[in-house]
């Protein structure tokens, strides 16, 4: 069995098994490949190393373009939130409820809350979003 790396006219990734290089020939000649994404029957075959997994570990499997830049546009939110806002800690809740009813200056804050306490913020009127952004990393996010 023979496992290729394919990429459509459109630059969508995909993979294919063939049971072997005519197999796979034969069926692009016969435009009987089509990309899972856009349905293109333009398909050629891209670049692979050969994957020898003798250790026993296994590797991450290959990132999408999709999923990498949904990976970039999250980690580029998490650097604006972390710059634009005050780390105010296990104190979230009752930061937030002083902003709210105006007894502390109003700011961009950011810190832990539990479901509960996201609950009772939100009966109270107080408008928060959870964003799972792990600590604050000693050093710049890169």
């Known amino acids: 069995m023979k496992v290729y790396n394919l990429h459509c006219s459109n630059k969508h990734s995909f993979e294919g098994w063939f049971s072997s290089e005519e197999d796979f020939r034969s069926q692009c000649e016969g435009k009987r490949i089509q990309c899972p994404v856009c349905e293109s029957d333009s398909v050629t075959r891209v670049p692979s190393a050969p994957r020898l997994n003798l250790s026993g570990a296994s590797t991450p ?10 990976l970039e546009k999250w980690t580029e939110l998490a650097r604006h939130v972390v710059a634009n806002t005050e780390d105010v800690g296990d104190a979230f809740p009752e930061e937030a409820r002083k902003i709210h009813y105006k007894e502390t200056p109003e700011r961009a804050i950011r810190g832990v809350a539990t479901t509960s306490e996201r609950e009772a913020l939100a009966d109270e009127g107080i408008e928060v979003v959870a964003l799972p952004i792990p600590a604050t990393p000693k050093s710049p996010l890169h």
């Open 61 to 70: 499997p290959e990132v999408s373009q999709a999923a990498q830049a949904m």
